[in-house]
């Protein structure tokens, strides 16, 4: 079982942790790695860097192909470029907050996500929705740290803590999502201290492609999910197209 | 890890298949058992027999608890005792619909399910509801076979076959659920002969029970699923209460 | 006519308090008795209280149906084993929390619910919304009150009559809905301390049936609702079987 | 118990027909009487009928008001003028299709309505979506009869049953709601050819008026609909104002 | 292009205000006027008034087919009479509830109305779900000026703009609607005041039937939309029928 | 006021096309141009295309802000990248599908959509359902044709024209909303065919953005879609950091 853990943002530092977390949950038949996307930007925190970072995922995504692996996680809790990446793929790929998400949904009424920015709750909003989990998510907070300053500031391991804590009593929630990907080696700290289940999207995602290989489900092949028909690109982008 | 999984009818039959395809997909470290519930019906096929096997699936769980089980699947379709389920254990308890349909879900656009009776397709749209699966849920769909002729019709194979090609066809659906526990090991068939993905909810929700274990989730033990206080029970059911 | 309202927990004190406030409400032509489950908790305060009420309530329906009532209420908030009851009775059966919450949504844009204990309030928005209520239950508030200490608690009655004045005000509702049978003899000494209508579900419930069975209408005998089939039935629920 | 059955429309033969319909559900002690409208439509079969039904059914109102009228019905399964006359009447006022909807939800999974000409289908949705029964309503149905030949067409009776029978085998519903307050009379004769229930708006309402002033509930006199605030009116509709 | 808009309530005062704001945005080959309600309340602030300025509206939507009108406005945030208006005429009508509301959803993820009395609050939460704004309104706010004090009182202009900037605060809104007619001239005021987008519906909804005009887009004349039946009305409001 | 009309895909020809349908709507006093993407795919069918064209449509935008353009339409159906846009421009940046839906919805209870290859219809759903349109979206309809066919397939104008005519037939919708930019110069000739009013999002979204500035509202500049942090971006898209 060949897995892929993909960072669509282009720090080779955060690769690096996220590449740790994912290898800690795998089994012991999974090959997995990590790999840093080679165009776009240094961090995902708006509209616009979610949607510059999806050719670079797609150009990891097609490399994948070509080197035989068979899933894919995207860790960015954006879940940036996923339709598009499952039209490329022929095995799994899952972002990390749906399968977040998803496994907080199995431990009570209801969890809380806790986020980096403010200007990224709403987009956090629109992929519970997405996924059906409207009904489960009953608040999303920001923490106003910026993703790379998950790494750098002395404070952000404190100040994010807190932010789970205080999140779990406003909302009453049975479960803690972290909503970045950079949060990810925070997750066991976080949950000894607040007594509340925490869950980082890059494990739960691991876990999930890996269940997915296991179950030898694949996509169909047809309909709105086939691989996308080929035609000619323009400008930057010609190598993406045929 | 301990998972057991709890067929809560009393057909011991149906728990040897629901074992085997569970342990087909379980991981090297997981010791994984599967029980029969010791009072209830023989099958599930209405509200009625759904309400009465609860209590068999309880005894079981609070035996598990004691025996050190660290997690559980429910291995009916209509996930009965769920949230009862939840109070009484310290770890996760899954659902095979809940499991099921999210599995599905990573699929594609939509899924179809493909169930026994005509009288249980309400319900499975009801489940579908909770666990935020609406948007995805395109159908469900019953071939009109009783849940023990499963194994004993010699033409069901083909019918439940057959309802599932049709069932993706109308639907236009991504994937096929199966709606019932009895199916489990018509997974691959199914899926060989319609060149469609076909999910089994019993191999799903192991997996899913054995990632959570994994990533070392518990309930919180507060609120709404925190253990049920103690009380008097009377009748049949006193050895329930305290 | 003949009405039955159940109690489905096993302390005869609150079927008493239960039957003085349906018999206050029936008509002249009413024939109705209340009755307490033979078996299952002393009180419903929990998933697993309210799972393992069901086998008894369901053998008082079919007790009632040897006996030739016409119709049943189940007095207990979380209109338990009601799906099943309708699947063994012929004519119609009643839960006090639908009752209650569609008799409040004439009075005006939506109403509060105030109910015993906090881990009760997430299966009360589950009925709202398995009722198409959300958009009317604009709150459920608990007053952390065990059900049998509505009876012997002195302060219980300030207290739920405070919970119901501030559920009022917070929510600014039109009316209140009263969480738990056991509150029901409470309802006009709240409604006159607080001066919004306060609707009791078993009082709501008792006419909801009188209603029907004056309009004679009688399920239909086919579908999800036709009598479960026979089947074998093990352990100690033996007995429900065939 | 003062009940009042209001016909919106302006035809007398069909105020006769509702309170017959009425008068036969009602409980000994209710002294009910149907009034026709002084002011609107023959009959409403569009927007433009219903939005000028309102003036001359308010009026009803009022006069109700005035004369000691603790309940009203409003007959006509638009629930025309339903907000505005709450604001008026101190006592409960229950629209025909509240009521029926309701009364249906209770008798399985799900109800069909038929009703009078297609271009009221779309305002039933509306009204099943205002009422939260849209997970109720399986479908609406036109028999593409006017109103008033209900009355005249000697084939109206056969074509509103076939066309009852054909909705509840399309939409696999439990009931039938009856789209019209013209229909009342044809509710038993269509029950006993389909074998399926069917529900009358006006005699669910009239109950449903009836259990309210039994519960002894009315509006909290404040907020929404609180009386109007007293002001000029001008034109033709000088006498609705102060 | 010949557009009209109606003023629903009688004062004429207001719809000197209203004509300003709506020329102030009409394009130059755009003919337009407005007109004042000639029966019917003062000003609408309950359901009540809503309901009886209907007719007064159709009166002068029929007034402007006669005169060769090609597109109305609704100019009370009510949107009374909608459906029945675009029943008789020919080219489009819009409320200005609902040009508003739209608008709005374009500057961002979500608006507050600022409403007049809080008696209408509920009524405008009933717009945003009928017209699908639903998700994209956070928020409805009063702020307890009537209708005709906006013009009168001398604090209205500063009360308004305070609770526009409080609702912008508290929602986390991209965008303030305005909830009433009466309000259109404070617009350009309120929106230099607090730095965000403040949209005046009477403005908004002239653009839209502009637009609408200009696509040459009219009504398909057949369905629910028609020229209502012609027949017989009675009493006051005969002058309605045929 | 300076619009500009982007086509998110790299051919020519298709831009002309649609900006004669732009500036066939456009007032007097706009300056209306319309730009071709100078990078991305030559038309856009899957959500692969539509992921690749965004960079390519963001480069437009940025450019546009940098010679003054005020407001901004996207000529492509599926709104690639929209709410990144927003974040870049000052002024209303606005997709043609939401134009589209928004201007059907006037027209009645709902209309259907008329788009190009069946596997862009589950996007189209999902658009509908982030607009709020789920509720006017009756139904969405492919007719097969490649995007680039409909300008050199002799029979895309039949085929098309058939569609919507089957599709409103099907759905009983009052309105036909085209479902790709490449149809704009289609819509006169098909509303002539089959009698129903039908929108091309191209004029709709261009009389939208030209109300917007007329309006004078402008992004408040602050939250969600504020200008994106500057940062660094690597590779083939360093261009697009700072």
């Given amino acids: 079982m060949r897995i892929r853990v993909v ?6 530092a955060m690769t690096e942790t996220i590449e740790q977390c994912a290898k800690a949950v795998a089994g012991h038949g999974t090959l997995l790695d990590a790999v ?5 930007p240094a961090s995902i925190e708006s509209h616009y860097d979610e949607a510059l970072s999806v050719p670079g995922l797609l150009a990891a995504i097609r490399r994948g192909e070509q080197e035989g692996v068979e899933g894919y996680v995207i860790a960015c809790f954006g879940d940036p470029g996923l339709d598009a990446a499952r039209e490329l793929a022929c095995g799994p ?3 990390i907050a749906e399968a977040a998400m998803q496994t907080a949904s199995h431990l009570g009424r209801g969890f809380s996500v806790v986020t980096t920015l403010n ?3 709403g987009s956090t909003e629109d992929l519970a929705q997405r996924y059906g ?6 608040g999303v907070h920001a923490c106003e740290i910026p993703v790379l300053a998950l790494d750098t500031d002395p ?19 049975d479960a803690i999502v972290l909503g970045c990907a950079g949060m990810a080696d925070l997750c066991s ?3 000894d201290e607040i007594g509340v289940p925490v869950i980082d999207g890059v494990a739960a995602a691991t876990l999930t492609v890996q269940s997915m290989l296991t179950l030898g489900v694949r996509k169909s ?11 000619p690109y323009a400008g930057l982008l010609r190598p993406f197209g045929v």
């Fill in 7 to 12: 960072n669509p943002n282009t720090t080779r």
């Fill in 36 to 40: 840093t996307s080679e165009m776009g």
């Fill in 221 to 231: 092949g047809r309909g709105e999910f086939a691989m996308p028909p080929a035609k």
């Fill in 189 to 191: 700290h976080i949950r």
């Fill in 93 to 95: 790929v899952i972002g």
């Fill in 119 to 121: 200007r990224t709750v």
């Fill in 155 to 173: 404070d952000a391991r404190k100040i994010v803590t807190e932010a789970c804590r205080a999140a779990a009593e406003t909302d009453r929630s």
């Fill in 133 to 138: 989990m409207e009904r489960f998510c009953r």
